[in-house]
């Protein structure tokens, strides 16, 4: 730039002489793309209203975690992050575990205690995450050798220790950072511990493009790079077919499902199941349906089998309809546990009429009234996700047709779980506060619920109160320690000692999930799935472990015939 201001004429050009006629190889990188059917904001793995396969996609691509399952589903230990973990003390219950000295971040700044200690706090304390009742037992966590050696103490045994740590976030640029927990990951990454890193993250253009990263300590990718991009379904199965990309994976109605198997031998069609279920949740927090008569009389109206079928649109998910509280269908040693005849299972109006009569409610011209005000009911999805605001419209339609009035709003997914579900309640009822914006409290909300992995910690994190929450001090004011609000002290001793593993989990749950199917308040309808289609172009994909999915061996994928 200087030479070009200047008056001085530039230097002749020197030509060197070519020392062969082999032409120099132009190096080309070679790259991986995957098909998906979103890449929609909010990429924290550890809240519900993150929950999607692109967050799961990134998380394992992107995140270290201290165990990761097998293909048989049980956890094994992940050399790549950690030396050592297992439990060094009984009394107390502690786990040591040793991390690599050479894992880091991205930015270079090592993986230490302190972001054990961030994962812990968050999970915790704050609402709307996924599987918080394991961190509950936390009562302390030591750093030692400079942070490179964790030990965390629990306040009772906890046998599903090894279900915590995973996807370990960089909390020496979080802990600090404007809009706290609630904006963690909200639009990317703000550094990484995984074989790729992310080069651009277009929400608006649908497209995720990863590179190999350059600072991981441990094996480096096969591939330069991957690209997750968007498509609908029509255009998922096209890209496929031309060979654009080389794998899809994404939720498939009926038809969707069809175009990918019509493409022929060159594809391999397999379901993935995916971590989460469906739910229907009749909190009991509301000031309408604190009344076990109405809550049940609600429950009778609702027609599951639609639900269902508006939900899974005839895709893979219409397979593992959901007809136990706590084992999702595709784990192993799934049985229903629903009652047989009655509601939940079917609906039955002429119950519903006798429960909303027992109540105190008359049916006027055709709408259900107590001392004359109308039977009014907030029903809440998370935002315009899908299939949740399809069948939160079903539901309304039921609802409205049995002559109950209702309002459906579609919050923001985060402002869904971590401010409108977790209003506090005082007294059994919540209490809107100035964080809801004034919204109203919400009575029914169709969401996904976490399932899979340890069943005791499932349990607990769906059903268990918050520690300190107790039918002793009514008028203390406490947030909810699970989306449907619900905690019984009756049903607490149980809960508690299935998760230190004093009664089983089977033992606890063949008493309790008879108590919880009649208290109708979390009504599950269908495990989420997704279709992965993989093309004859790659080499290394298969479906992964149970409830995983396939991106943890991305390590090894390679462009080729399989």
Known sequence: MLGACSNTPPPPVVTTPVASSSPTPVVTQSQIVVGVDDVI????????????????????????SVFRQKDDGTPQLDKNLMVSASVMSELPFTVAYEISPA???????????????????????????????????????????????????????????????????????LKDAPGGWKGALATSFPAVAGPFSVKTLDIGRGEVILERNDRYWQKPAAVDRLILRRADQIGLAAALRSG??????????????????????????????????????????SATLADDQVRAGVAAVLDRAKLIAEGTAGGPASNLKADALTKPPSAPGYAPTIPSTGPPAAPDADKATSLFEAAGYVKETGTWRKAGKTLSLVIASPGKLEPYATMAKELSKQ?????????????????LFSTLLA???????????????????????VVPQAVGGDSAT?????????????SEDKAKSVVPGNSAAFCDDSLQTTIDSALSDETTAPEALSSLETELWRRNVVIPLFQLADTLAIGSGISGVSPGPPMVGPFGSAVNWTRGAK
Not at 252 to 278: C, M, Y
Not at 423 to 435: A, E, F, K, R, Y
Not at 458 to 470: D, E, I, K
């Open 41 to 64: 904001g909010g990429y924290n793995p550890h809240n519900l209203a993150d929950a999607s396969t692109i967050t799961t996609a990134l998380s394992q691509l992107l995140l270290p």
């Open 458 to 470: 499932v349990l607990a994190s769906t059903f268990g109160c918050r520690p300190g929450q107790s």
């Open 399 to 415: 609802l409205i047709a049995a002559g109950i009035e209702v309002n459906v709003v579609n919050p923001e997914p985060r402002e």
């Open 103 to 173: 894992a880091s971040w991205s930015d270079g700044a090592p993986i230490a205690a302190e972001d054990f200690d961030y994962l812990y706090r968050a999970m915790r304390d704050e609402p709307g995450v996924i599987g918080a009742a394991g961190y509950r037992l936390i009562s302390g966590i030591q750093s030692r050798d400079g942070g490179k050696r964790v030990e965390v103490s629990f306040a009772k045994p906890y046998p599903g220790w090894q279900s915590l740590f995973s996807d370990l976030l960089p909390s020496h640029l």
């Open 244 to 285: 654009n990309d080389q794998f899809t994976i994404a939720g498939t109605d009926a038809n969707g499902l069809k175009s990918l198997t019509d493409i022929g031998e060159t594809v391999q069609v397999h379901t993935v199941a995916r971590p989460f279920v469906a739910d229907v949740l009749l909190r009991p927090v």
């Open 423 to 445: 209003m506090p309640v005082v007294d059994g009822l919540q209490v809107s506060t100035p964080d809801a914006g004034g919204s109203v409290g919400v009575d029914i909300a």
